[in-house]
Structures are given as structure tokens and as C-alpha cells.
Nanobody, 116 residues
Framework: QVQLVESGGGLVQPGGSLRLSCATS????????MGWYRQAPGKQREMVAT???????NYADSVKGRFAISRDSAKNTVYLQMNSLKPEDTAVYYC??????????WGQGTQVTVSS
């Protein structure tokens, strides 16, 4: 059974950093495209970062240069390093796995709040 479990969210001041983790089970991580998405209150879910099986990354313009997605296949875990956080980064962050352009599973989400 495929499971994705996010962790690492919390309350951080503007300019601070957080590292989100997405622990996976039931899959071979390196064979999937991994993604981080976020959804702020009253807004649609949006793509934050993706990581292909070949290691290529893609970022939303709003997070380029501040966020970094990475994968540790030995730990079956995907990370999202978030630096220079802004209040507008406040959202619930979700990870997903994609194969053949079809989303296979989502995690339950982790709350990130950026506030002074």
C-alpha cells in the first residue's frame, strides 16, 4: 500500500527556514516524479516544486532561489528546503507522486505558517 506522510511544518518568522519531509512507503521512490504543492486558505492548490526521475527540478516562480526539492532514495524520502520564508508562503503543503502524468497518491499535508 502506497503511503506518503509529510512532516516538518510549523510556525516560523519571516526570513526563517524550514525543511519539510515526505516519507514514502510501498514504492520505489526513484521511479516516480515527486512534487510539492501548497494550498493557502481560499486559494487553489498550486505547484511549488517537482523532481523528475532523472533529477530535473522545476519551481514556481514565487519560490525560485528560496526553495529546493531533493530526494534520498535510501530513505524513501523527499525534502523541501524552504529558506527566506515570507508570510505569503503560509499554506498547507502536500507532496505527491506521479507516474505517466497521472497522480498516484497525495500525502495528508503539513501546515506552514510564516508570521512574526
Amino acid at each position: 500500500q502506497v503511503q506518503l506522510v509529510e512532516s516538518g511544518g510549523g510556525l516560523v518568522q519571516p526570513g526563517g527556514s524550514l525543511r519539510l519531509s515526505c516519507a514514502t512507503s510501498g514504492i520505489i521512490l526513484s521511479t516516480y516524479v515527486m512534487g510539492w504543492y501548497r494550498q493557502a486558505p481560499g486559494k487553489q492548490r498550486e505547484m511549488v516544486a517537482t523532481l523528475t526521475t532523472g533529477g530535473n527540478t522545476n519551481y514556481a516562480d514565487s519560490v525560485k532561489g528560496r526553495f529546493a526539492i531533493s530526494r534520498d532514495s535510501a530513505k524513501n524520502t523527499v525534502y523541501l528546503q524552504m529558506n527566506s520564508l515570507k508570510p505569503e508562503d503560509t499554506a498547507v503543503y502536500y507532496c505527491n507522486i506521479v507516474r505517466r502524468a497521472v497522480v498516484q497518491a497525495w500525502g495528508q499535508g503539513t501546515q506552514v505558517t510564516v508570521s512574526s
